[in-house]
């Protein structure tokens, strides 16, 4: 494996930036597994690499495990370096017409039916499971399953190597049935919107890997947090480690150009892989990016909410479920099982974990609306009182002026979750997409994202879908386009993408993409939200 790498790094250096390319033969496939320091990462403009001569984008090592062992106790890893392939299991080929039935149909969740291109290419599908490290204050050793789809029919020919697309899911639950490549029944109400993520990726031709993210896998396990929501560290580094891993099985096949795209939840996994990658590395350089829906919000959110519980019930909206993810997971990671509900009511403490433990992302959860209207009705009431004026902005009595130490680590927290983008990542290309009729990211959320990207200076253009589509709809509506953008950005001689339903938003004086309310005046950032 070495070897291959070696040489897919002595070819690239022409194609890529010679500084980033350097940093990247310097390494093993695993990275840099003795410092833990970065083996490329956002290296600004590069084009599309050489691999060697490309390859047949098959496996070029062994894939014979099974696929129950890829969800199992892989036992200690902490030799391993970082992306380190574990496990390999063939799961099944699907032709072009397979992936095509998958996402030509609506779904409950809002979702429509894919409009793109025809596809060109089949999948074959493995599912593996390679090292990571977790997000906790010792950056534990920990690993990830993740769903492999490579194409039958390249985009270049076979031969010719491709950037690595790197998928980020959306919210599913945090327990280990939710994980997208388990296809599990139980998640059924969001699978279609992966599948409109990734299949047209493979199907029109790039090879994917899409992480489920640590803790998915063998969930509940010895020293085996789950997966944390919306932990900067915990999923940026398992989606950094996905691109290291793709490496692992098809070196050969790979440019050092990385794409990473994501949806919804998904986005702030994608944006926190990008806030890291000159940090902690990814074997390879990060070309561009591409959002739906992209929920890069403050993450104070999670208690900024309890200001309003009649605004914010479970029946209504789903940040209150999702707010006791964020809260029990990030417990659980950073403090210890034993503290995983010392936030919550302890009569209500069981209901918390049986949600944790079994529930995957739903139209509605009647457990938690048995046991209160909102999340207030769960927590604890001296964290209750102890962070949500804390929590909210300071033109609100709040501001992250903390009355006890309690609120003063989860605010550190939360800000930490939610960093303000430097350095390279400021110069990756970046698209995003947001429609018309998003009852998820509604206009005044996304205003805040908007102002947040902007004031950081990102290099990202918006892509604003007029049609009433939704947070879901928006993905399947446009995912022809964004695979042609990529093409655009990373591929040779590749035209620029069709129009389509990419409209301009106007900006600003401050420079900001406007979204505009029913009445034609200016919507503005959700003052409970802000850019904190």
Known sequence: ?????????????????????????????????????PD???????????????????PEIACTDTIDSVYADPGDVSSKPKGAI?????????????????????DDA???????????????????????????????????????LLPETPRLGTGKPLPVILAAHGARGQTGKCAPSKDDPAAAFVEEDFQHLVYPFVGLGFPVIAPDLAGYANFGGANNPPPAFDDLNDVGRSMLDGARA????????????????????????????????????????????????????????????????????????????????YHYTHSFLLDGPDKALELFD????????????????????????????????????????????????????????????????????????YPHFT???????????????????????AQCVFNRLSGDKLDYQLCYDTSPVGHGGVVAENAGYVVDWVAHETLPDAGAPAMGNCSALANNDAGVPQLVTPDGGAQLCNPIVSTQ
């Open 1 to 37: 494996m070495k070897r291959a790498i070696l040489a897919l790094c002595l070819t690239s250096i022409a194609g890529v930036v010679a500084a980033g390319a350097m940093a990247a033969c310097s390494s093993s496939s695993g990275g840099n597994a003795a410092t833990g320091g």
């Open 40 to 58: 490329t990462g956002t290296g600004g403009d590069t084009g599309p690499g050489d691999a060697g001569g490309g390859g047949t984008f098959m």
């Open 86 to 106: 574990l496990k390999c299991a063939k799961d099944k080929d699907m032709s072009a017409a397979d992936l095509t039935a998958a996402v030509d149909v609506a």
């Open 110 to 148: 809002g979702n429509r039916a894919y409009t793109g291109p025809a596809f060109t290419s089949g999948a074959h599908v493995y599912r593996i499971l390679y090292r990571t490290t977790r997000g906790d204050p010792k950056s534990s050793p920990g690993y990830s399953s993740a769903l492999l």
């Open 246 to 325: 793709i490496r692992g099985v098809i070196p050969s096949s790979l440019t050092q150009q990385v794409v990473i795209i994501g949806h919804s939840q998904g986005s702030y996994n994608a944006m926190a892989a990008l806030a890291l990658a000159d940090s902690y590395g990814l074997d390879g350089i990060v070309s561009a990016v591409a959002v739906y829906s992209p929920i890069w919000a403050s993450q104070r959110g999670w208690a900024a909410i309890f200001a309003e519980p009649s605004t914010y019930t479970f029946a209504a909206s789903s940040l209150g479920s999702v707010s006791i993810w």
């Open 346 to 417: 302890p009569t209500k403490a069981a209901t918390v974990q049986a949600f944790v433990n079994n529930d995957c992302w739903s139209k509605s959860y009647p457990d938690l609306e048995e046991a209160g209207t909102s999340a207030n009705d769960l927590f604890s009431s001296t964290y209750r009182q102890a962070i949500t004026y804390a929590a909210i902005p300071a033109p609100l009595g709040g501001g992250g002026n903390c009355p006890t130490k309690l609120c003063t680590t989860w605010i550190d927290r939360m800000t930490a979750d």
């Open 423 to 445: 350095g390279g990542a400021t110069k990756v290309p970046m698209l995003v997409w947001y429609s018309n009729n998003d009852t998820t990211l509604t206009p005044d959320l």
